[in-house]
């Protein structure tokens, strides 16, 4: 490690972490798993609706929850726009640009919570049909029908500047690796467990 190396890996240890890096990182492959299931999040026409869903949807109802929340608690993220949310956060530089330039500031998770970590979805789901997508579920599925609330024009869904499909692709194959690294493990864990008891 050079002289500058040093000097940089020195301030990062001063650096704070605001949670606990074990559970969250459960979480996170929770997440992924969840994605994983939903294979059709990764191409075709549903990550084309999900992508629509993110920037005329979601976006919009976390710039209003950050100035005021628009909920009691914690405001759920629908799981298709959480994924778009999630590689679109991964190209930092990018997600701060394109949020500065939509709504004058960062959009950070504060106060935000996972579908899949919660079954109190209700609050999160009325504020998403009232205020912004009448008719548009507030949980995509694979046999969810459109009637095209969100392919209608709307300020965010032109600003983004990010190419989130190509983002999803990259991301897709990394998930397939975890989630099938984790059923390996998990199955060796399982096997080897039980067979020396």
């Given at each position: 490690?050079?002289?500058?190396?040093?000097?940089?890996?020195?301030?990062?240890?001063?650096?704070?972490?605001?949670?606990?890096?074990?559970?969250?990182?459960?979480?996170?492959?929770?997440?992924?798993?969840?994605?994983?299931?939903?294979?059709?999040?990764?191409?075709?026409?549903?990550?084309?609706?999900?992508?629509?869903?993110?920037?005329?949807?979601?976006?919009?109802?976390?710039?209003?929850?950050?100035?005021?929340?628009?909920?009691?608690?914690?405001?759920?993220?629908?799981?298709?726009?959480?994924?778009?949310?999630?590689?679109?956060?991964?190209?930092?530089?990018?997600?701060?640009?394109?949020?500065?330039?939509?709504?004058?500031?960062?959009?950070?998770?504060?106060?935000?919570?996972?579908?899949?970590?919660?079954?109190?979805?209700?609050?999160?789901?009325?504020?998403?049909?009232?205020?912004?997508?009448?008719?548009?579920?507030?949980?995509?599925?694979?046999?969810?029908?459109?009637?095209?609330?969100?392919?209608?024009?709307?300020?965010?869904?032109?600003?983004i500047s990010y190419n989130l499909?190509?983002?999803?692709?990259?991301?897709?194959?990394?998930?397939?690796?975890?989630?099938?690294?984790?059923?390996?493990?998990?199955?060796?864990?399982?096997?080897?467990?039980?067979?020396?008891?």
């Amino acid at each position: 490690m050079d002289g500058e190396q040093a000097s940089n890996w020195a301030a990062a240890q001063g650096i704070g972490v605001g949670e606990d890096l074990i559970p969250a990182a459960l979480r996170h492959l929770d997440f992924l798993e969840a994605v994983d299931r939903r294979r059709w999040l990764y191409e075709g026409p549903l990550l084309d609706r999900a992508i629509r869903r993110y920037k005329a949807c979601w976006l919009p109802l976390l710039a209003k929850h950050t100035e005021a929340a628009v909920v009691d608690g914690p405001l759920v993220v629908p799981l298709d726009c959480e994924w778009i949310w999630h590689c679109h956060r991964l190209n930092l530089a990018q997600y701060i640009k394109d949020c500065k330039r939509l709504y004058g500031r960062i959009l950070d998770n504060s106060n935000v919570e996972s579908s899949v970590q919660t079954k109190s979805k209700d609050q999160a789901a009325k504020v998403w049909t009232e205020l912004l997508c009448p008719g548009e579920p507030f949980e995509l599925e694979y046999t969810s029908p459109s009637d095209g609330s969100v392919y209608a024009s709307n300020e965010a869904a032109g600003g983004i500047s990010y190419n989130l499909v190509s983002a999803v692709r990259r991301q897709s194959s990394f998930v397939y690796q975890v989630v099938t690294l984790l059923i390996l493990c998990t199955t060796y864990k399982t096997h080897h467990c039980d067979s020396h008891d």
